[in-house]
């Protein structure tokens, strides 16, 4: 028997500092400014958008010919306003060179392995310090207008 939506147990979601997240995972050790240096560097995310947009025309080119496949052409379509997934995996790194006091993780974990939980896990950085992005932009101008959306503060902190 299937368990109903409302017994299936809730995820794990809890807040974390950066740097007691890395110790947990014991990856303390590495350097990620030097990592995300090399990943720009070697231009790794705009050659993997290539060899992506390569391997969408292939699925489509396929699919035309079988024509039984019409949810490739329209990923295809949709695909340039996609970002490269490697791109998101630089952003988690350079949240994990933030100071403690910067931000904060919230990693939410569903504690059954089948495969529809697994693809629901998540691990967020909430920004607590924007000073961090709006330094030089404050340190050049004579004059800043900051304007939010709700400006409320948000469950995790209440």
Not at 28 to 55: P, T
Not at 120 to 130: S, W
Not at 133 to 148: D, M, P, Q, T
Request: with cysteine.
């Amino acid at each position: 028997e299937s368990q109903s939506q409302s017994e299936q147990p809730q995820p794990q979601q809890f807040v974390v500092k950066v740097n007691d997240l890395l110790f947990a995972l014991k990856l303390d050790h590495i350097n990620f400014y030097d990592l995300i240096q090399y990943i720009e560097s070697a231009e790794l995310i705009r050659k993997l958008s290539g060899f992506l947009d390569k391997q969408l025309l292939s699925d489509m080119k396929t699919a035309s010919k079988n024509e039984k496949n019409p949810t490739v052409i329209r990923h295809h379509n949709n695909a340039s306003v996609l970002h490269s997934p490697l791109q998101f995996v630089v952003n988690i790194l350079a949240a994990f060179t933030a100071m403690d006091s910067d931000g904060r993780l919230i990693v939410t974990k569903h504690g059954s392995s089948s495969q529809q939980h697994v693809n629901k896990n998540a691990l967020k950085y909430i920004q607590l310090n924007p000073f961090v992005h709006f330094a030089r932009i404050v340190k050049e101008s004579r004059a800043v207008i900051l304007c939010g959306g709700t400006m409320q503060p948000m469950a995790h902190f209440v």
